[in-house]
């Protein structure tokens, strides 16, 4: 097994994220997925609509920017670039050319993807996990999967999906972690002025703390 430079293999899948503490968002009985931003007309997709999309199954190792690695997950969800062609292509303005895709989540926790980025056959919009509908812990009802790029570009709880023709300002840009704009695990593009090496002492030394806050919020007991 080999995993991206810097990275360390934990045994499971922790709960983990800005959310800290927080237990994860409330969804609602009749929730659907936003999509918007540069499009002609907006439009919402609700979960048994997503459900009934063509899914593929990806098994994937899941990386976070701090350090950990979580290995051989079997995920299962609709290939975000059949949607894209299907659904999104259809609805551009001619002559209007999506960069940059913002996937938020019903915490309003945001990451912002390059087109190009989001377009990888391995990015998944996943509602299964291991066989089972994802828990609270790990994104419910649907989380991007983007196992190229660092968990932080994986939302969870997805509630919206806008489409950009420029990039988007980054809230985090003049945050001391900013994240790489592409996040891509193999080039180890970890922060976004910093090179990747030079932070992994200090962001495997968050991975304690942040682990244990996020398993205080979490309603499973972890698993
Ligand atoms: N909605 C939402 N998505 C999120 C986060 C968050 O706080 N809220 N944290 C991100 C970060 S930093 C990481 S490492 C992964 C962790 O995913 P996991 O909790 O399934 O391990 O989720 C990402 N997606
Ligand atoms: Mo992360």
Redesign the pocket.
């Known amino acids: 097994m080999t995993l991206p430079p810097g990275q360390r293999a934990v045994e499971g ?8 503490h927080h237990p994860p ?1 409330a969804v609602p009985a009749d929730h659907a997925l936003e999509f918007g931003g540069a499009l002609t007309e907006g439009f919402r997709l609700s979960l048994a609509e997503l459900a009934a999309l063509p899914h593929r199954e990806l098994r994937a190792d ?1 990386h ?3 350090g950990w690695s ?1 290995t051989d997950l079997r995920w299962e969800g609709v290939p975000f670039g059949d949607l894209y062609r299907t659904r999104i292509e259809p609805l551009l303005a001619p002559g209007a050319v999506i960069s940059h895709v913002i996937f ?6 945001q ?1 912002i993807v390059a087109l190009e980025d989001a377009l990888n056959a391995d990015v998944l919009l996943a509602d299964r996990l291991d066989g089972r509908p994802l828990d609270s ?3 419910d009802p649907v ?2 999967v983007s196992p190229g790029q ?9 509630a919206r999906i806008e489409f950009r023709t420029t990039e988007p300002p980054n809230p985090d840009r003049w945050s001391p972690i900013a994240g790489h704009a592409r996040a891509r695990v193999w080039s180890e593009e970890r922060h976004r002025y910093l090179p990747g090496r030079a932070v992994r002492p200090v962001y495997r030394w968050l991975i304690a703390p ?1 682990r244990t806050l ?1 398993a205080r919020g979490s309603r499973t007991g972890g698993r």
């Open positions: 899948f922790p709960r983990f994220g800005t959310h800290l968002p899941f976070c920017v701090a979580a938020e989540g019903l915490d309003h926790f990451s812990d790990h994104g989380r991007l660092y968990g932080f570009m994986n939302t969870k709880h997805l942040i996020s």
